[in-house]
């Protein structure tokens, strides 16, 4: 089965720029979405097919797909984007919907 | 707006059955897949099962396959996920989720959750 790999921290300081990748063999081919979940709330989708935003997400997040690896980038980090990020992907050859391990954001 | 409320979560011992269910309001629910995702205490996100918008079609990760089965009633607006033989590490939060656009791939609208427990 498909597998997605995330770091499983990072940490960044306000006002810089946090980077969460997500490597996956030839992940360039897959569609590759994002969700943010903070402690004790249901995920929130943040880009959806690589570098889409949903209405109401901050345009500070962006999204790339390129190879073997899928990045979130979030620019001009404030202290609410602490949280748990997640990529994920379908899996057209198992039909299963494949998510990563989950990154936890910290906000120093 | 796009409400989803699961119900049926509760302590359960190994092997027994439990029933989870999925109230969907303020969507055309006929018309999209619909997806149970949980998540283990302290852990990640685990899909589990999808439909597809008219029943036809259902798809399980493996370690659920034969035990559980997902359904819906479109006149209802209600999804279900029905699960036997349960194990200890069926124990997670239970997630209710509504697929984006007309495919299955991502995930645009979550409920809250309901909590499942297996142990004797």
């Known amino acids: 089965s498909y597998v997605l790999a995330q770091p499983p921290s990072v940490s960044v300081a306000p006002g810089k720029t946090a980077t969460i990748t997500c490597g996956g063999n030839?992940?360039?081919?897959?569609?590759v979405h994002w969700y943010q979940q903070k402690p004790g709330q249901a995920p929130v989708l943040v880009i959806y097919y690589d570098r889409g935003r949903p209405s109401g997400i901050p345009e500070r997040f962006s999204g790339s797909n390129s190879g073997n690896t899928a990045t979130l980038t979030i620019s001009r980090v404030e202290a609410g984007d602490e949280a748990d990020y997640y990529c994920?992907?379908?899996?057209?050859?198992?039909?299963?919907?494949?998510f990563g391990g989950g990154t936890k954001l910290t906000v120093l | 707006q796009v409400k989803l409320v699961e119900s049926g979560g509760g302590v359960v011992q190994p092997g027994r059955s439990l029933r989870l269910s999925c109230a969907a309001s303020?969507?055309?629910?006929?018309?999209?897949?619909m997806h149970w995702v949980r998540q283990a205490p302290g852990k990640g996100l685990e899909w589990v099962a999808v439909v597809i918008y008219d029943g036809t079609k259902k798809y399980y990760t493996d370690s659920v396959k034969g035990r559980f089965s997902i359904s819906r009633d479109n006149s209802k607006n209600t999804l279900s996920l029905q699960m036997n033989s349960l194990r200890a590490d069926d124990s997670a939060l239970y997630y209710c989720?509504?697929?984006?656009?007309?495919?299955?791939?991502?995930?645009?609208?979550w409920g809250q959750g309901t909590l499942v427990a297996v142990s004797s």
């Open positions: 303020g969507f055309t629910f006929s018309s999209y897949g």
């Open positions: 989720a509504k697929a984006e656009g007309q495919l299955l791939e991502t995930i645009d609208f």
């Open positions: 030839n992940i360039g081919s897959k569609n």
């Open positions: 994920q992907v379908w899996d057209s050859s198992s039909d299963h919907l494949v």
